[in-house]
């Protein structure tokens, strides 16, 4: 087969699956374009529900791990912080910043209410290098960490925290320790009355069980003199938390210290909305797959109707080839033009999607998202899933195709033409 021979038959190829693409003849015309809007109604569903689960993802990263430092090395015993250990943690390529701390467990009581709290005794100067709960603070009452000043026993509450235990900004609430001081009346829990300076909203569980203090206020209340229980740190890279933290270890001793990161408390809600996303992703691929077959109805009543054409061009001697290329380049057109409204469509959906979510819940009142973290509907759209619905969405569309081009190539001139 020589060159000029070959290039004949591509230009063959090319110019006969454009021109079917556009014909208007016939009913294929309307099942071609039943066919595009069934890809790309099938494209532009899947693009929105991977777009709100990025959102959901999105959500859990500033928030969760926004406020929560993402990894903590905790003492065998209480220590005394030094400005070399934090040197040494901070040396460790990867991590950020390393604050000491004193946490541990506590009750909240407030009149009859009585709630289990995390208790958290940080510098506010330091802490803020490690967390961005800052950005979470307010409306009502301080909106900075420098609201805990030490000896003045301020404490900031999760706002689902404060709502239970029915306090607010200004109001005194009792931290008690599971830990008893010896007295003349016996043993007695240790306690203290602080006062709200802030309230936390993150839409995270922090909310509902986190409690602030300033590491000086920390240190009296659980009698650690200058000691601490651990540092956290802030790490460049979330997805290496496990290796940064080891790193870290090894630097202070793997004896004196152990580790403890975002992915141990976290790590499986993480997981499951990788995992759910990579489900609806298959699951809804199958549906792009049934509306790409509809392209095999549309490809072979095509052939059916250019039947004559194509015993013709065998007649006069055109290869199998040609042919063949003719249906795919045909499936390949109406899959792009599917492929591509069905994105741009799903793009402007999922963009306009929370505003009109927002419009429902108040216009008719309602509280679609009380059982999630987060009161609105939240939506990422990335380019790299805009890309790899593009590319799973045409294989199968290409795919489609070979059946009815086959069929188109095996047509026998004499049979087709003895009935015209």
């Known amino acids: 087969m020589t060159p000029e021979f070959r290039k004949a038959n591509s230009r063959l190829a090319a110019?006969?699956?454009?021109?079917?693409?556009?014909?208007r003849r016939g009913s294929g015309a309307l099942i071609g374009w039943v066919a595009i809007a069934g890809l790309a109604l099938s494209v532009a569903v899947l693009v929105v529900v991977l777009s709100v689960v990025n959102g959901f993802e999105r959500e859990l990263r500033e928030r969760v791990f926004g406020v929560l430092p993402h990894a903590g090395l905790w003492g065998d015993q209480p220590f005394v912080p030094s400005t070399l250990e934090t040197s040494k943690l901070?040396?460790?390529?990867?991590?950020?910043?390393?604050?000491?701390?004193?946490?541990?467990?506590?009750l909240a009581v407030a009149g009859d209410a009585v709630q289990?709290?995390?208790?958290?005794?940080?510098?506010?100067?330091?802490?803020?290098?490690?967390?961005?709960?800052?950005?979470?603070?307010?409306?009502?009452?301080?909106?900075?960490l420098d609201a805990l000043r030490p000896g003045g026993f301020g404490v900031i509450l999760g706002a689902r925290l404060a709502a239970r235990l029915g306090v607010g900004v200004g109001d005194s609430v009792r931290l008690?320790?599971?830990?008893?001081?010896?007295?003349?009346?016996?043993?007695?829990?240790r306690q203290k009355r602080f006062q709200v300076v802030a309230l936390l909203r993150s839409g995270s569980e922090l909310d509902a069980r986190a409690a602030f203090i300033h590491l000086v206020d920390a240190q009296r209340l659980f009698r650690l003199g200058g000691q601490v229980h651990g540092y956290q740190l802030r790490l460049a890279d979330l997805d290496a938390a496990n290796a940064l933290a080891g790193q870290a270890v090894r630097r202070l001793g793997e004896d004196r210290f152990f580790a403890r990161t975002w992915q141990h408390s976290h790590g499986n809600l993480h997981r499951a909305i990788g995992a759910q996303k990579a489900t609806l992703f298959v699951l809804l691929a199958f549906l792009v797959?049934?509306?790409?077959?509809?392209?095999?109805?549309?490809?072979?009543?095509?052939?059916?109707?250019?039947g004559a054409d194509i015993a013709i061009l065998k007649t006069m001697g055109a290869a199998s080839a040609p042919l063949i290329g003719c249906f795919v380049l045909l499936g390949a057109l109406i899959g792009v033009v599917g492929i591509l409204s069905g994105i741009a469509f799903g793009t402007a959906v999922a963009t306009g999607l929370p505003a009109v979510f927002a419009w429902i819940n108040e216009g008719l009142n309602?509280?679609?998202?009380?059982?999630?973290?987060?009161?609105?509907?939240?939506?990422?759209?990335?380019?790299?899933?805009?890309a790899r619905i593009a590319t799973v969405s045409f294989t199968l569309c290409v795919a489609c195709t070979l059946y009815p081009a086959w069929r188109a190539a095996r047509l026998l001139p004499s049979r087709v033409l003895a009935h015209e």
């Open 15 to 23: 110019e006969l699956g454009v021109r079917y693409a556009f014909s």
């Open 90 to 106: 901070t040396a460790v390529p990867g991590v950020l910043a390393a604050v000491p701390i004193v946490q541990g467990s506590a």
């Open 116 to 144: 289990g709290v995390l208790l958290t005794g940080a510098e506010p100067a330091a802490y803020r290098h490690v967390s961005g709960m800052e950005s979470f603070l307010g409306p009502t009452g301080a909106t900075t």
């Open 176 to 189: 008690m320790l599971p830990l008893g001081s010896l007295t003349l009346a016996g043993m007695l829990p």
């Open 366 to 386: 309602l509280d679609l998202m009380s059982q999630y973290f987060i009161s609105y509907l939240p939506v990422d759209i990335w380019p790299s899933d805009l």
């Open 289 to 306: 797959g049934v509306a790409a077959f509809n392209l095999v109805s549309t490809l072979i009543m095509t052939v059916e109707q250019r």
